[in-house]
């Protein structure tokens, strides 16, 4: 708690505008193929020990404390001896706080000293039609989690929306989840035109998790990022988030130079983020519970 009172007081009370959260793409490589991503298996996106561990050094300089690691899928990720357990341990050991590993939850989840999300597409039997049979081998990796910070994660399109509340009880009734977030399907107008929700449907997406929230599902939503999110009205690109992968490094994500996808972004997470720098007491309260 200490480290982030010192970055609260550096930001809130010096107002330097000091980085906080690192997002590392590891590799592009992955063992699935969700419908909506492009980026897995391109071999564009494959990073070395090296460049990795000067990069996670270099960040921690500037300021950044927060990191989470994403793919394709990470917990793939080797380079000789190396592998993604040893990069957490280098970042505990620089002194990153709070450290996440977005994963599909098909490998054990088996690396301690960080927290997972698990990306999830829907209740049991949508989820397998979109991601290949793969929901009981993602839940006995959870049960088998050697930390209890193990978050599901959705992303809403076209093809699951429908299955919200289902998804909601069906996965609080696991009881292997800390807590349940989620995005928009986020890409090119066109793919969103194509596989995503519509601006009345993702208004009633917003409305219904909230609703589910409020009836106690242990949803990832602070009210102030509800309201940002429904308003579409949150300052971006959030300059204190940074995406890298091994040929640059974006300012909040992959999309910032991309207007037409940046303005209809539904990526909850960063909205939190947004909503946790401008200070807002419910997005505070809702990290606290994430990490506490």
């Known amino acids: 708690m200490s480290s982030r009172v010192a970055y609260a007081l550096r930001t809130l009370v010096l107002r330097q505008k000091a980085p906080y959260l690192l997002g590392l793409v590891i590799t592009d490589r992955c063992n699935l193929d969700c419908f909506y991503c492009e980026s897995k298996n391109q071999q564009e996106c494959h990073f070395t020990w090296a460049q990795a561990t000067a990069l996670l050094a270099d960040a921690h300089a500037r300021g950044h404390r927060a990191l989470y690691f994403t793919g394709g899928e990470p917990m793939i990720w080797r380079d000789e001896e190396h592998g993604l357990r040893d990069l957490v341990a280098y970042a505990r050991d620089l002194g990153f706080f709070d450290i996440f590993i977005f994963t599909n939850g098909t490998q054990p989840l088996d690396i301690a000293g960080c927290c997972y999300i698990v990306t999830i597409d829907g209740p049991k039997r949508i989820h397998d039609q979109i991601r290949g049979n793969t929901w009981d081998a993602i839940m006995a990796n959870v049960r088998g989690a050697v930390t209890k910070g ?4 959705i992303t809403f399109s076209r093809e699951n929306y429908a299955y919200l509340r289902e998804f909601v009880e069906e996965v609080s009734d696991c009881g292997v989840f800390r807590g349940l977030s989620f995005n928009l399907l986020t890409h090119w107008p066109e793919m969103v035109a194509k596989f995503g929700v519509t601006a009345q449907q993702r208004m009633q997406l917003l409305d219904d998790l909230w609703s589910l929230k409020k009836r106690g599902y242990p949803i990832v939503l602070s009210r102030a990022a509800y309201r940002a999110l429904r308003a579409n009205n949150w300052k971006r690109p959030i300059p204190q988030i940074e995406l890298a992968t ?10 910032v130079d991309h207007p037409s996808v940046c303005a209809n972004c539904g990526y909850s997470n960063c909205v939190e983020v947004s909503q946790i720098l401008a200070m807002k007491p419910t997005a505070l309260l809702q990290v606290l519970r994430m990490v506490g």
Do not use: M
Request: positive net charge; glycine residues 0%; aromatic residues 14%.
């Open 150 to 153: 193990v978050f599901a994660s």
């Open 246 to 255: 091994s040929s640059k490094v974006f300012t909040c994500c992959r999309d």
